[in-house]
Antibody
Framework: QVQLVESGGGVFQPGGPLRLSCAAS????????MHWVRQAPGKGLEWVAV????????YYGDSVKGRFTISRDKSKNTLYLQMNSLRVEDTAVYYC?????????????WGKGSTVTVSS | ENVLTQSPGILSLSPGERATLSCRAS???????LAWYQQRPGQAPRLLIY???SRATGIPDRFSGSGSGTDFTLIISRLEPEDFAVYYC?????????FGQGTKLDIK
């Protein structure tokens, strides 16, 4: 079945780096755009980044631009989010989601999320 | 950035009633690239509607979406117990993508 599984979360110090991974299965990974979306504790959804099906186009939310980098590895069917210069306000559950359709893609399949806590 | 404002923030209804949720955009969503998601407590969001009015696979027909331009609506015709959750709209027409702040549907 179609599945996305995030990993790499935990507790991290402010200013440090972190890389999240999202393993995709059950569909042709290289046919779809992919998103990262986050949700701070008790808050709503915040879009983080999207990457096109071939990795050629990447777009970011204003709060992470210049600090986070989205990438993908076709051979491993895996999406990544490299997070640098971590801030306390980056604390959230991070979801990866498959992008579908046109435009900047709606999200038709979601992972269960990976929790990132940034604290000293 | 296209800011989405959802109303009401909290909607208290009883099972069997009709729910009407609103999503207003600060700029026109010119291609109707507007989606709705449901999020139950402790779960990931689930796609309900895309393209403003197309139901996602497996979504019951009591869920319907409508609207264009800056005003969009999600209607749940007859509430079931499992429908009490938080609902988000999402525009994917322009970058950066954006979500509304959510409407919490509460059991009255």
């Amino acid at each position: 079945q179609v599945q996305l599984v995030e990993s790499g979360g935990g507790v991290f110090q402010p200013g440090g780096p972190l890389r999240l991974s999202c393993a995709a299965s059950g569909f042709t990974f290289s046919d779809y755009a992919m998103h990262w979306v986050r949700q701070a504790p008790g808050k709503g959804l915040e879009w983080v980044a999207v990457i096109s099906y071939d990795g050629g186009n990447k777009y970011y939310g204003d709060s992470v631009k210049g600090r986070f980098t989205i990438s993908r590895d076709k051979s491993k069917n895996t999406l990544y989010l490299q997070m640098n210069s971590l801030r306390v306000e980056d604390t959230a559950v991070y979801y990866c989601a498959r992008g579908n359709g046109l435009g900047y893609f709606y999200m038709d399949v979601w992972g269960k999320g990976s929790t990132v806590t940034v604290s000293s | 950035e296209n800011v989405l404002t959802q109303s009401p923030g909290i909607l208290s209804l009883s099972p069997g009633e009709r729910a009407t949720l609103s999503c207003r955009a600060s700029q026109s969503v010119t291609r109707n690239y507007l989606a709705w998601y449901q999020q139950r407590p402790g779960q990931a969001p689930r796609l309900l509607i895309y393209g403003a009015s197309s139901r996602a696979t497996g979504i019951p027909d009591r869920f319907s979406g409508s609207g264009s331009g800056t005003d969009f609506t999600l209607i749940i015709s007859r509430l079931e117990p499992e429908d009490f959750a938080v609902y988000y709209c999402h525009q994917y027409d322009t970058s950066p993508c954006s979500f509304g702040q959510g409407t919490k549907l509460d059991i009255k």
